[in-house]
């Protein structure tokens, strides 16, 4: 989804305008013609975990637009003020209610379209057991043979489990750089 254009400014509240800066910049940004601020947007971020029991990996499905009903990767934007690695954790307790240990970190996806950078860390479950959040119909562990990919949400969810069963096999977990056009 692209983000709404800003229209008004965040300082006074008067209608931005958008035009390229005075100052040497290069690109429109939303500007304030009351007390002259500019709004910079910048990319999002998105973080979330391929939590695992053994050889299969909990997805969640979705209670909440856009791709309700669809399965996901637990992982949402970033707060202020929290670590990627922190981020990634909150999201899974939150829409998973599960039991775990943060391993490592497992993939860059770029979705430069609508500005977002989404990183994916392992997560190792302690428990099979999960308690879902209100954002979350049903938390399920699935074999890759089970894994429902006509059902997937996003891009990013399947590229990332993807190669999360590729380095599976070869039993060598990579950091993966992915860009999504
Ligand atoms: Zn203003």
New binding site residues.
């Given amino acids: 989804m692209q983000r709404p254009p800003i229209k008004f400014?965040?300082?006074?509240?008067?209608s931005?305008v958008y035009r390229i800066p005075d100052d040497g910049d290069t690109k429109e940004r939303a500007v304030?013609p009351?007390?002259?601020?500019i709004h910079y947007e910048n990319p999002l971020n998105v973080v979330g975990t391929v939590p695992f029991w053994g050889d299969k990996v909990l997805l969640c499905k979705r209670n909440i637009e856009p791709r309700w009903g669809k399965w996901t990767l637990p992982a949402g934007f970033m707060e202020l003020n929290e670590t990627t690695l922190e981020g990634a954790a909150r999201e899974t307790l939150e829409e998973a209610g599960a039991q775990f240990e943060m391993l490592g970190f497992f993939s860059l996806v770029n979705v430069a379209r609508v500005s977002q950078v989404h990183l994916f860390y392992l997560a190792q479950l302690t428990s099979d057991q999960f308690a879902p959040g209100v954002e979350t119909i049903e938390a399920r562990l699935f074999l890759e043979s089970e894994i429902p990919w006509d059902e997937i949400a996003f891009r990013t969810t399947k590229e990332t489990l993807e190669r999360y069963f590729a380095d599976r096999r070869t039993g060598r977990f990579n950091i993966h750089h992915i860009d999504i056009a």
């Fill in positions: 400014c965040r300082e006074c509240g008067t931005v304030c009351a007390c002259n601020t």
